[in-house]
């Protein structure tokens, strides 16, 4: 079993920054990929960054250059560095770890984004 515990959520004026942290717990298995989703109200979940455990990443076009996904494998911790927000980014943030067959998530961490 893997427990993620996302922080690092809040309100933020547009142009503003916010750094999300995930902790990762359990029995973590490597190589994994761990990564942010975010979900707004309304809308589906949807992917916005992945980073794989060499360091490989991905990101939803609509934050290539503002949002930076980075981990920490000794710690299991996983971040997302969001420059630049706009009120679009308005969302619940989730974080996920990708393990052989499996994906666990964590219950999310809110992010407001003020005009």
């Known amino acids: 079993q893997v427990q993620l515990v996302e922080s690092g959520g809040g309100l933020v004026q547009a142009g503003g920054s916010l750094r999300l942290s995930c902790a990762a717990s359990g029995s973590i298995f490597s190589p994994n990929i761990m990564g942010w989703h975010r979900q707004a109200p309304g809308k589906q979940r949807e992917f916005v960054a992945t980073i794989s455990y060499s360091g490989g990443t991905n990101y939803v076009d609509s934050v290539k250059g503002r949002f930076t996904i980075s981990r920490d494998n000794a710690k299991n911790m996983v971040y997302l560095q969001m420059d630049s927000l706009k009120p679009e980014d308005t969302a619940v943030y989730y974080c996920?770890?990708?393990?052989?067959?499996?994906?666990?998530w964590g219950q999310g961490t809110q992010v407001t984004v003020s005009s």
């Open positions: 996920r770890i990708l393990v052989p067959g499996y994906a666990y």
